[in-house]
């Protein structure tokens, strides 16, 4: 069996390593060049990511992902100001309720793409954007990319984020809506903001404030082993400045009010916004945004697909954004069915069933869990913030 993946992200990359290991042959295709753009900051890892990462990594890289996540998240806090000082008002549990975030731990986002690309050097093509595909009459795939080359095998895969041009040409009657909600979200040393008492008050939860009607979102991610150390003991062909440039930091995130900020300036001119944004909000906020790392500081746009109806499975299937849209935890979604299309790919490639019937199978349980239930409101669990803009 063959398989094309199109994406270098989450899910593309988690799939690609559980066949690579399970002996399938894997091409990932990538639109970005190697260096690209760091896809991201942390990313709050539940029980669905954990599982796909031990299932399909070899265990040194899922070893080297776990040591090096934040420690236990559980609740998410409410702050309020008292006498001047910010103090917890209310900590909710993370209880998994449909729509709603599970207890998970802290990934940084650079650090889990390194993990995630050692050992598929030879099997990702970066630099390389997909355009279309062609069924032929063999029951195989050919895709086409932008350089005019062409790649052909029994599946293709579109794991190519909220825009996927797989999708697009194989599910076109499927729409991805713009909700209107826009957000900065950047990083902070810790040692920056050594003075300021807010990170231990929180310490591994996340944590929220509203103030003069504007709100901040806050987290922090403490490595829970230095990832040098870790990378010596679990998976020294890691290299690079995601491992030795690693530091605890604390991330936040704004919602924009009034008009959008132009993207086209350099990544320090949203950070300024970010700081006007803050402006009305209580001082250690401000001063966690004033001493970020303005490179960092990214815009994103909320988005949503609303559930479609099924379709006939074929040799064409699609994961994570591509298809569906989830509010702050879409990276385990795109774990999982990178975990549940790998377990059915390789029982087809074992001769345990037909490959349309395990491609069929796999689709059934991504459209059943990456769609909200229906008692869910719509405008909670199917939407989120999923796409980066890009300067
Ligand atoms: C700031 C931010 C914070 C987030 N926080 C969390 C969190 O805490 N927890 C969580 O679970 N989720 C979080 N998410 C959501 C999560 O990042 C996404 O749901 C996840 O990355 C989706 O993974 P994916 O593999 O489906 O797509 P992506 O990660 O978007 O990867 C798609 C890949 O396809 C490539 N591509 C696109 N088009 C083409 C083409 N034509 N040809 C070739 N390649 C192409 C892209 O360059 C990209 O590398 C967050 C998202 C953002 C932006």
């Known amino acids: 069996m063959r398989v094309i993946v199109i994406g270098a992200g989450l899910g593309g990359l988690t799939l690609a390593q559980g066949l690579h290991r399970a002996g399938i042959d894997v091409v990932v295709y990538e639109r970005d060049r190697v260096e690209g753009r760091p896809q991201g900051i942390s990313l709050h890892m539940d029980d669905r990511g954990a599982a796909a990462l031990r299932a399909c990594l070899p265990h040194g890289h899922a070893a080297m992902a776990e040591a090096t996540m934040g420690g236990a998240r559980r609740e998410a806090l ?6 001047g000082r910010l103090t917890v008002q209310h900590a909710r549990p993370l209880d998994g309720a449909p729509g709603t975030a599970r207890p998970g731990r802290q990934a940084d986002r650079p650090l889990l793409r390194a993990v995630l690309l050692t050992g598929l050097e030879d099997r990702v093509r970066f630099g390389a954007r997909f355009t279309r595909f062609k069924r032929r009459p063999d029951g195989t795939v050919r895709a086409w990319f932008a350089d005019g080359g062409t790649d052909t095998a029994d599946v293709l895969v579109g794991a190519d984020g909220i825009g996927s041009a797989v999708r697009r040409q194989y599910l076109p009657h499927v729409r991805v809506l713009d909700t209107g909600r826009h957000m900065l979200m950047g990083a902070t040393p810790l040692r920056a903001v050594a003075d300021v008492g807010l990170p231990a008050l929180i310490g591994h939860n996340s944590a929220a404030m509203r103030m003069h009607g504007r709100m901040m ?13 870790a990378r010596d003991r679990w998976l020294p062909a890691l290299r690079g400045p995601a491992v030795t440039a690693a530091e605890d930091y604390v991330m936040w995130a704004l919602p924009v009010t009034g008009e959008w900020p132009d993207l086209a300036g350099p990544p320090a001119e949203r950070w300024h916004r970010a700081r006007k944004e803050a402006e009305a909000l209580h001082p250690d906020l401000r001063s ?3 001493r970020a790392w303005p490179d960092v500081t990214v815009a994103l746009r909320g988005a949503t697909i609303p559930a479609m109806a099924a379709w006939s499975a074929g040799p064409v299937t699609v994961l994570g954004d591509a298809i569906h849209a989830a509010p702050g ?17 390789v029982q087809a490639a074992r001769g345990e069933g037909t490959l349309l019937a395990a491609i069929g199978a796999y689709e059934d349980a991504m459209r059943r869990d990456g769609f909200p239930a229906t008692d869910v409101p719509r405008e909670k669990a199917g939407t989120g913030v999923v796409a980066e803009r890009r300067a």
């Open 329 to 345: 935890f879409g990276g385990n979604l795109a774990m999982q069915d990178a975990h549940r299309l790998r377990d059915a790919l």
């Open 288 to 290: 966690i945004v004033g």
């Open 217 to 229: 979102a806050l987290g922090v991610l403490r490595f829970s082993q230095p990832p040098v150390a």
């Open 78 to 83: 409410a702050l309020a100001e008292t006498d």
